[in-house]
């Protein structure tokens, strides 16, 4: 079974400029998630989508942050402009049912310089 | 208080050790829970279940107390190979997976 897929591995960019991630989950998982993890601490939950509809994003930075799952697949994890403090590692997750155990792909090292 | 505590560590122990870690939450509707294992940089990966009657998988053992809400793990016969960052994670049905901020092993030779 292929795992989670995440791409591009690392980036690196100047404050105040765009950046996307992309994210391709475990077939049939319904469930996704983006999460942040900043150097040091656990993973914190940006948003949450069931198929293609959002669950939860009340942690998402709307004003810079935009993530989107259209037909309910691959998501994409954009934010723009960036700022400083967005440097952190950004793991995606699928489960095949929300409340199950997830999976998580190997993370978007992101540096802002 | 945070949602998720765990112990601060770093814990270094030998190896052979026995060593045990522990995670309390606040929200007493938690209705699962989790050890994930996170070795460092490298995405965490699911380590185990923790179930109401505790669990055991070879040298893991979890444990659940409810009415303390406190999570515990243990490692027995640590190995080099258990080096990592765990992490405990709860949730609540219908809700969202909250992560502690991890707990770090270090097994010296």
């Known amino acids: 079974e292929a795992g989670v897929a995440q791409s591009p591995r690392y980036k690196i960019i100047e404050k105040r400029q765009s950046v996307a991630f992309w994210c391709n989950p475990i077939s049939g998982h319904a469930t996704l998630y983006w999460y942040q993890q900043i150097l040091g601490q656990g993973p914190k939950l940006l948003i949450q989508?069931?198929?293609?509809?959002?669950?939860?994003d009340s942690q998402l930075p709307k004003d810079r942050f935009s993530a989107e799952r259209l037909k309910g697949v691959d998501s994409t994890l954009k934010i723009q402009p960036a700022k400083l403090e967005d440097s952190a590692v950004y793991l995606c997750?699928?489960?095949?049912?929300?409340?199950?155990?997830?999976?998580f792909g190997d993370g978007t090292r992101l540096s802002i310089l | 208080r945070k949602e998720v505590e765990q112990d601060p560590g770093p814990f270094n122990v030998p190896e052979g050790a026995t060593v045990a870690f522990n995670c309390t939450y606040s929200n007493s509707a938690s209705q699962s829970f989790f050890w994930y294992r996170q070795d460092c940089r490298k995405e965490p990966k699911l380590l185990m279940s923790v179930y109401s009657s505790g669990n055991e998988d070879g040298r893991f053992t979890a444990q659940l107390n409810r009415a303390s809400q406190y999570i515990s793990l243990l490692i027995r016969d640590s190995k080099l190979s258990d080096s990592a960052t765990y992490l405990c994670?709860?949730?609540?049905?219908?809700?969202?997976?909250?992560f502690g901020p991890g707990t770090r092993l270090s097994v010296l030779p």
């Open positions: 994670v709860v949730n609540s049905y219908g809700q969202n997976f909250v």
């Open positions: 989508f069931q198929n293609n509809g959002v669950v939860d």
């Open positions: 997750a699928s489960s095949l049912i929300r409340d199950q155990p997830q999976h």
